[in-house]
C-alpha cells in the first residue's frame, strides 16, 4: 500500500517496490494514479488504485479491505503530502488551507497507520510501515511553522507505532527526505522569483551539492520495509545529503575545491 502513488516521491516508491509486491496505491489525483498504474503494467507488474484523500479514514479502510481480497497485507507507506509557506505572525484566514494541511500530513498518516495495524494484528502479521516525513520535522525554515508541526508528528505517531507494536514483530520507520526534486519541489522553484537561483542555493546548502531523486527516496523506503531491515524500528532517517548534520554554511577547502573544479563558495560545479 502507497499513498501519493501519483507523483513525486510516492510515484517513485511504487515503481520501485511494484517489482516485489502486488501494489495498491492510493492517490486523490485519478488521472496521475492511472498513468502509474499503467507504467508498472508495461514493466510487467500489478497495481491496483484507489482514488480517495488520505485525510479520510474510509480511503484507507478500502485500502486494507482491497488488500484482504488479494492476499496479506504485509508493507504499507504513507507518503501523501504537501506543504504551503505562510508566515506564522500574518498566516492566511483560511481555515482550508490550515485544516487541509494538517488533515493530509498528519491525519492522512495517522489513519494509514491506524488501518495498516489492524490488517497487521487482526492477521497476527509481522508487517512494515514508512511513513515520509521531512528534514522539517526537526529544523526549521522560515514560513514552514505548519508543514513542520505535521511533519514532527510523523516522527511521534512512527515511534509510538514503534514501541507500542514492536513487541509483536512490527516494524514503523520514517524517512525524512531534504531537497527532492519532485513536480512539488519544481513548482516551488518556478514560483519563486529567480528559479535558478532559488534551486542553486539549496544545492549549495546541501553537503553533498546536489537535489535528490525521488528514486534515492524509493530505494531507503523498501530497504525499511525489506527483512534486511529486521532490526531497525522507530527511527526518522534523514535521507538529505547530509543537509541536518551541518553546523551553518560550509565551509570548503579552498585549494580542495578548486582540485576538483568546484566553486570554493559555493561548492558547485564551475
Ligand atoms: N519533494 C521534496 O523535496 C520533499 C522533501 C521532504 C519531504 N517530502 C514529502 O514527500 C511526500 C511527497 O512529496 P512530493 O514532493 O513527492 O510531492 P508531489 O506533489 O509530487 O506528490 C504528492 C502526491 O500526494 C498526493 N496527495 C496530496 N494530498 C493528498 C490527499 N489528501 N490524499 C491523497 N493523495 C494526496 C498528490 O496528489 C500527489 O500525487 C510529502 O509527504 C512531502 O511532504 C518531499
Not at 27 to 53: C, K, M, P, W, Y
Amino acid at each position: 500500500m502507497v499513498t501519493g502513488a501519483g507523483s513525486g516521491i510516492g510515484r517513485a516508491i511504487a515503481m520501485k517496490l511494484a517489482a516485489e509486491y502486488a501494489l495498491i496505491n492510493v492517490d486523490i489525483n485519478g488521472e496521475n494514479l492511472a498513468a502509474v498504474e499503467r507504467e508498472i503494467a508495461t514493466q510487467g507488474f500489478h497495481a491496483q488504485s484507489i482514488v480517495g484523500d488520505v485525510a479520510d479514514r474510509a480511503t484507507h479502510i478500502k485500502a486494507r479491505e482491497l488488500a484482504a481480497v488479494n492476499g496479506t497485507l504485509v508493507a504499507w507507506v504513507n507518503c501523501a503530502g504537501w506543504t504551503r509557506g505562510a508566515a506564522l505572525h500574518d498566516f492566511p484566514n483560511d481555515p482550508k488551507l490550515f485544516e487541509e494541511l494538517i488533515a493530509t500530513n498528519q491525519n492522512g498518516t495517522f489513519w494509514g497507520c491506524a488501518e495498516a495495524l489492524h490488517s497487521f494484528v487482526s492477521q497476527k502479521i509481522r508487517g512494515a510501515i514508512v511513513n515520509i516525513s521531512s528534514v522539517h520535522g526537526r529544523r526549521a525554515w522560515r514560513d514552514h511553522a505548519l508543514y513542520e508541526m505535521t511533519k514532527a508528528a510523523v516522527d511521534a505517531l512512527t515511534r509510538n507505532v514503534a514501541v507500542t507494536y514492536g513487541p509483536y514483530g512490527i516494524r514503523c520507520n520514517a524517512v525524512a527526505p531534504g531537497a527532492v526534486m519532485t513536480p512539488a519541489l519544481a513548482k516551488s522553484f518556478a514560483d519563486a522569483p529567480d528559479p535558478a537561483a532559488r534551486q542553486h542555493s539549496l544545492e549549495a546548502l546541501t553537503p553533498l551539492k546536489r537535489i535528490a531523486d525521488a528514486a534515492e527516496i524509493a530505494e531507503v523506503v523498501a530497504f525499511l520495509l525489506s527483512d534486511k531491515a529486521s532490526y531497525v524500528s522507530g527511527q526518522s532517517l534523514a535521507v538529505e545529503g547530509a543537509w541536518t548534520s551541518a553546523l551553518g554554511a560550509i565551509d570548503l577547502d579552498p585549494e580542495l575545491a578548486r582540485s576538483y573544479g568546484l566553486n570554493s563558495e559555493t561548492g558547485l560545479a564551475e
